[in-house]
């Protein structure tokens, strides 16, 4: 079975330059998302934002990955604005930067 990728569209690419550097754009599971490695285990992702709705929907999904596992630790959804998402990430970015990683 071969799976269709598709580009990131505008809107996905517009968010997450807003957001700056340390965000991109990637693929995971066949889907673009805004993707975030916080270098000590904790990942952020991004969903939900790659489509040409008009609404703002996101989901933050946080993972903590290591070399035997890997696992969403935290979902926060019903981002409903990118005020919203940037203030959702400052405070889990304070929060994970600070965490050691099991």
């Not at 807003?18 to 965000?23: I, N, S, T």
């Not at 975030?36 to 999904?61: C, M, P, Q, S, V």
Request: charged share 30%; aromatic share 12%.
């Amino acid at each position: 079975m071969l799976l269709d990728f598709k580009l990131p569209g505008q809107k996905i690419k517009d968010i997450c330059t807003k957001l700056g550097e340390p965000y991109q754009v990637r693929l995971f599971d066949a889907r673009n998302v805004i993707y975030r490695d916080l270098g000590n285990g904790y990942d952020f992702e991004i969903g939900g934002l790659d489509n040409k709705e008009a609404d703002f929907n996101a989901t933050l999904y946080i993972w903590h990955t290591n070399s035997y596992s890997q696992k969403i630790v935290e979902t926060i959804d019903n981002i409903k604005s990118f005020e919203n998402l940037s203030s959702v990430l400052s405070e889990k970015a304070d929060y994970y930067l600070n965490k050691k990683s099991d």
